[in-house]
Structure formats: structure tokens, C-alpha cells
């Protein structure tokens, strides 16, 4: 059970009946540090040309009665792999914790760079550069560093939390889920995050989680840094060779600028939630989005303010705990063709077949699983998932404690892929293919079991 605030000793000894000694206070430190690329380092899917809006690596530092806990998310694609592993070691041993209670998200924008230094060493080791077209390995290690930095430096400066308020915001105009299905079933059409087709736009928003959900943690009555969750993907437009952190990077610097508070937003699962019924893909659209999530980031924090919204916090108030899940392959992953992929110097998929590669050794061994995570504070629980999830485990969660005020980070270990429900892959489309899913449909099953363990223990 999770402590109250103050616990009675009896002091008959001394003349005293009782008195009550304070726990210690939960603390909080922020840190942010800049993540865009260098111009001529690869990015998703191109070069980088310069910098429209620059990227974060954004986080908070919680120091409670245990180890520090940390939690990161960063404007990139994803971070898989080897690149999870290098994350988390290093801010790990800048503030004194086990990698375990670190969590590293991306936000997922796509003019923007990956990190996976597993595949990296494969291709190192087959003659291939992965700094030409994959990552830049060293920007990658600069940016970790930094962070490392960043973070020991939160922890030094770490505020007094004595509350944390938690609320949620319907978002109007941004979210519809990106796959429409036919008379039979299946897939018809995919309504991606930026859709020309008026046709499709004018289908309905379909199953999506319309709230965006906010956690702010207060000393006394100041608010000190916020984190928001919301399932979209964040492109309103990309490839055009100019880092940028998209519409939710928007949202969160304009709400930072506007109140002078920290705020770290994660991506929640998004993996089949897109705006493309909102957004044809004009440029100007990007910050008419921003907008919209940030008026409902405004609408949630002001929401948490109020007293009846606050839960007094101390460091006892706080658990963190892991499920480490072995998630089942993909059936058309076969180690024997990928690995003559790899080592073709005339193929064009060798990066994919290294990633891929990395991803189905650690299925078929069980050796590396991946940590499904759970943070508890007071009344609020914050659920850590990898991949390009669907909405529906989202939804799931949500459904599983109603009594709880459940938020959920997806894009963690980027190396599955789409992680969508046992039924749509039955369903088809671009989300549930060989090119975009490394997962089988028992996953649905592995997850939802982890979820349901991490949410449906006793109270801490």
C-alpha cells in the first residue's frame, strides 16, 4: 500500500503519546537539451538541410525513496535497439539508478533522426557506413551525452513536490484513425496523416482516444513542470529535408512559453491515429493543429490547478514497477534470407534487413526483453509501452482501472514496428504488413497481460 503522508510513532519513552514525523519529500528535476541534427546527418527518410523548428530531448529526474526514476522523450522517429540500451545506461549512471528505471520515448516526427546502434554494428561489421544514410552515430552519441548531463544536473537542482493534479481535455479537429474498413471487414483504404482525398477525410474519425490527457506536479500552490500524453501520429507534412519537431512539438513550446513551466508530452498510442481527416497536407495546417493541442493542453492545466484536482504527494507516494515481455516475432522474419540481404553489396535493403535482423534474434533468444513499465504517483498511473502501438491498448488500459487516472507513453523500443490488435492483422493494411509490423498477432496477448499486471496490482 502507498503510504500516507505522515506515519505515527509512539514515544511513550520520552513523555510523548505520539508525534508525526513527515515523510520525505518527493523531488523533481526537468531538463531539456537540444536534439536536432547536424546539417548533411540523415534523418528518417533524407538529409538533413537545416532546422525549421528545433527538436528536444526533453525529460524529469524523480527522486523518491527508492532509486531516481527518469523519464525522457525525444523529437525523433524512434529509438530501438541498442540505441534504448545506450539511453538509458548513460542517464542511468549520471544520476545514480538501474537502466531499468529509465524510460526513453520519441515522439515520433518524421523529419527527424533515428537511433537503433545495434543495427548500427551489424552493418559496421558487413562494410556499411550507417552514418551515410542511417544515423549519425556520433551526433547520436553527443545527443545521449547531453542528456546524461543534463539530467545529473536535474537531479542537483530538483524542486520540493508536495501535489500533483491530473486532468483531461478533448481535442476537436486533430485525431481520426488512419484505416477504413470495407463491407467485408478489411482495409480499404488508409486515411494517412496528411490525406488529399476528400472522399477519405470525409469518412468518419473512427476509433480514437479524443482526450488528451496532463499531469502537473505543484510545490505548494507553483506549478513546476507538467507531462501530457495524447495518440496521434505528428505529421502534418515531411520529408522536406528541414528538421522539425511538428505540430506537438508546437503545442508543447507555445504552452512552455506561454506559462514559463517545463512540459514534456508523449506520444501515446498512436501507431493507427493519424489527422488526416483534418489535414490535407498544406503547410499552414501544421500550426492550425499545433492550435488545437494546445488549447487542450491549456484546458487540462488549468483544469489540474484547481484545489479539488490536487493530490498531496511525498516520496512514499511513488512505485515504479516492470513487466519485461519477449514479444513473438513476425512470421515472415527468416533469419537465412535477411542475413544474405545484409551481406549483399548490391541490395538496397541491407539497413532494414540489419534492423530487422537485431529484432528477430532478440525474439528467438529472450535474452533482451523489452521493460513494459508502470509509474505510480498517488492516484495516477503511467503506463510505458514500445512500438507503434494502437489505440486500442490504450483504450484497454483505460477500461482496465476507471478508477484511476491512467496515461500511457507509446514509441519506447522502436524495433517492433506497428504493434496492432490480433484482429487487424487479420484486417490487412499498410499498418498489419511485413514492411511496417515485426510482430505476430499473439502480441496482443503479451501486452494486454503485461498492462493488465502492471494496473491491476494492490496499491503500492
Known amino acids: 500500500m502507498v503510504r500516507p503522508l505522515l506515519t505515527l510513532v509512539l514515544l511513550a519513552a520520552s513523555g510523548f503519546s505520539a508525534v508525526a514525523i513527515a515523510d520525505e519529500p518527493l523531488r523533481l528535476g526537468t531538463f531539456d537539451v537540444d536534439a536536432s541534427p547536424p546539417v548533411g546527418t540523415p534523418m528518417a527518410y533524407d538529409p538533413t538541410d537545416g532546422v525549421q523548428d528545433p527538436l528536444h530531448c526533453k525529460g524529469i529526474v524523480l527522486l523518491g525513496e527508492d532509486e531516481p526514476i527518469v523519464l525522457l522523450a525525444i523529437d525523433w522517429i524512434g529509438v530501438g535497439n541498442g540505441g534504448q540500451d545506450a539511453f538509458k545506461e548513460a542517464i542511468a549512471g549520471a544520476v545514480g539508478t538501474s537502466p531499468d528505471r529509465v524510460a526513453v520515448h520519441a515522439l515520433h516526427q518524421h523529419d527527424a533522426p533515428r537511433c537503433d546502434f545495434s543495427a548500427a554494428e551489424l552493418l559496421i561489421e558487413h562494410g556499411v557506413d550507417p552514418s551515410e544514410s542511417f544515423f549519425d552515430l556520433d551526433f547520436a552519441r553527443d545527443v545521449i551525452a547531453r542528456a546524461a548531463d543534463a539530467a545529473r544536473q536535474a537531479k542537483a537542482d530538483a524542486r520540493t513536490v508536495t501535489h500533483i493534479g491530473s486532468a483531461d481535455a478533448l481535442v476537436e479537429g486533430v485525431a ?74 508546437l503545442a508543447r513550446q507555445a504552452r512552455e512559453a506561454a506559462t514559463g513551466i517545463p512540459h514534456i508530452h508523449f506520444d501515446g498510442a498512436g501507431g493507427n491515429i493519424g489527422a488526416g481527416k483534418f489535414n490535407d497536407g498544406a503547410p499552414e495546417n501544421r500550426q492550425v493543429l499545433a492550435d488545437r493541442l494546445a488549447d487542450a493542453m491549456r484546458r487540462a492545466f488549468d483544469t489540474a490547478a484547481e484545489t479539488n484536482r490536487r493530490s498531496p504527494v511525498s516520496s512514499s507516494s511513488i512505485a515504479w514497477e516492470v513487466v519485461p515481455v519477449v514479444l513473438p516475432a513476425a512470421p515472415h522474419l527468416d533469419e537465412e534470407t535477411l542475413s544474405a540481404t545484409l551481406a549483399d553489396p548490391n541490395s538496397n ?6 534492423v530487422d535482423l537485431v529484432w528477430l534474434r532478440r525474439c528467438t533468444t529472450g535474452n533482451d526483453p523489452i521493460p513494459v513499465s508502470c509509474l505510480t504517483l498517488g492516484p495516477t498511473r503511467l503506463l510505458h509501452l514500445p512500438g507503434e502501438l494502437f489505440v486500442e491498448y490504450q483504450l484497454a488500459a483505460q477500461a482496465m482501472r476507471p478508477d484511476l487516472f491512467v496515461c500511457m507513453a507509446a514509441y519506447g523500443d522502436y524495433a517492433p514496428g506497428y504493434i496492432c490488435t490480433a484482429s487487424a492483422y487479420y484486417q490487412g493494411g499498410y499498418e498489419a504488413s511485413p514492411r511496417a509490423s515485426n510482430v505476430a498477432p499473439t502480441v496482443e496477448i503479451v501486452l494486454l497481460d503485461a498492462i493488465a499486471r502492471l494496473l491491476q496490482q494492490d496499491d503500492h
Not at 201 to 212: F, H, Q, T, V
Not at 217 to 228: K, M, N, T, V, Y
Not at 349 to 354: D, H, L, M, Q, T
Open 176 to 249: 481520426s484513425n488512419r484505416r477504413i474498413l470495407g463491407p467485408d471487414g478489411r482495409v480499404r483504404a488508409t486515411r494517412y496523416t496528411a490525406c488529399r482525398d476528400e472522399a477519405l477525410r470525409a469518412e468518419p474519425e473512427g476509433i480514437i482516444d479524443p482526450n488528451l490527457k496532463l499531469l502537473t506536479f505543484f510545490d505548494g500552490a507553483e506549478p513546476i513542470a507538467c507531462l501530457s500524453y495524447y495518440a496521434c501520429h505528428p505529421q502534418s507534412y515531411y520529408r522536406t529535408g528541414l528538421a522539425s519537431c511538428d505540430f506537438p512539438g
Open 349 to 354: 535493403a541491407r539497413i532494414s534487413a540489419a
